[in-house]
């Protein structure tokens, strides 16, 4: 039997009916690592004793009918910004190549008290800063659909472990699309539920106020069941608050689906006046087509403030960005050079030159700019203004509407060799950034592969903490797409 084509929900029945053992499941992904990911790339580091540790307690407490979660026995992927104790943490950057993490972040405490199986540590652009993978610093992660192109980003590796079937469910960041974008590149349902959901304790700060933890999953049901785990309020994370609706149990039978009877989506008319990929438009009519089929309602909606959205987004995201990086000073832990040097202020100098890739440091030099004295005023102040215009503007929408869609990405996942300028690959996340303006959930979910292999995402947002309906719409709108 092959168990890892499976989902986790049928991997926790296949464990309760005593179908297959832990330690099996286990080996058998370690396995298709040890066979896959030489081609992928999608794994920087493999934690192989400590994941068959754990799948030999899990197989004990099965054995001794002790009560356990739905998560118990799943391996799972965690983005290498996230800590996992006694276990690297590089951010895909020379500056923390050999940096071992002291302590589990929250979500990933969770997750081991809940007996999940943790298969490594996975790719990721430079300190999450990209949408390809391309600026890690160990390597581009390959699309697992499509060798020669790229799987996306800064999640990459997520979405990679997968759609190989190297991981059944992975943990990853979202900051501006992160979680979603590779979602759609690799055919995995990924999302980013409301901010503040999940603790963000232990997940290396891109932005403080974009950031939030995410899931890639083979399935909607296995996002819940992530979800229900690690969702909750962290007395050491200020930003966290909690999300009750993301931690509920669904009646998974066709009949008690809720089906797409009187919802209304809007769609931005600013988006359908884009010039998008062929492709990816018809993709995008075909889903509307499904809703209406359904019963939904999808209509045009004008919000101009989208206009400004990307400017919005860099302007803020860059200046958090210089913020946190500069407590890489290469004396209490990360990379230092090895020239020589008479002060610490040429130390610092070299060790950061060395130790950080070109992306991060163009970014780290851009929100040094901005929040510089006079600059703050003209530009970062200014973007927190149009960032509560976005707000106030989807917030009215969502008085009228459940649902925005659009779009995951307006393009195909791009081949390696292809050559964007940094321009190029911020605009692309015109689709997905609004939701980390507002702090909304919003989940990408791909459409049925056509001959060449490649999927599109589509994605639904919702108002803040309407995650339950997010998710029971996303499910819906799956089962209709797998008729």
Known sequence: MTFSNLRAWEIAQGYRNKDFSCEEVTREFLDNIDKKDKNINAYITVTEEMAMKKAREVDEKFHNREEMSLLAGVPIS???????????????????????????????????????????????????MGASTKTSYFGVTKNPLDLTRVSGGSSGGSAASVSANMAVISIGSDTGG??????????????????????????????????????????VRDLTI????????????????????????????????????????????????????KRVRGELDKAIEILKENGAIVEAYDINSLNYTIETYNILVNGEIASNL????????????????????????ASRSEGFGEEVKRRIMIGTHILSMENADEFYYKALKVRGLIK???????KDYDFMICPTFPVLPFKIDDEMS??????????????????????????PAAEDGLSVGIEFTARRFKDKDLLQASLAFERSLNK
């Open 226 to 277: 992530m979800f229900n785990v690690i969702e909750g309020r962290d007395e050491r994370d200020a930003t966290s608050v909690g999300n009750p609706g993301l931690k509920f149990d669904f009646d998974f039978s066709d009949a008690a689906i809720k089906n797409l009877e009187g919802k209304k989506f809007a769609i931005p008319k600013t988006y359908l006046e884009m010039d998008l990929n």
């Open 392 to 398: 106030r503007d989807m917030d009215r929408m969502f």
């Open 78 to 128: 965690v983005k290498d910004n996230i800590s996992v104790k006694n276990v690297k943490m590089t951010c895909a950057s020379r500056m923390l190549e050999n940096y071992i993490a002291p302590y589990d972040a929250t979500l990933v405490k969770k997750i081991k008290d809940n007996d999940g199986v943790i298969l490594g540590k996975v790719n990721l652009d430079e300190f999450a």
């Open 326 to 349: 500069a407590r890489f000073d290469s004396i209490r832990y990360g990379h230092r050079t090895d020239k020589k040097f008479d002060t610490v202020e040429e130390m610092y100098r």
């Open 422 to 447: 940094p321009i190029e690959m911020y605009q692309a996340d015109l689709f997905t950034i609004p939701a980390n303006m507002v702090g909304s959930p919003s989940i990408s979910l791909p459409m």
């Open 178 to 219: 992160s979680v979603r974008q590779p979602s759609s590149f690799c055919k995995t349902v990924g999302m980013k539920p409301t901010y503040g959901s999940i603790s963000r304790f232990g997940m290396a700060s891109m932005a403080n106020t974009f950031d939030q933890p995410g899931v890639i999953a083979k399935d």
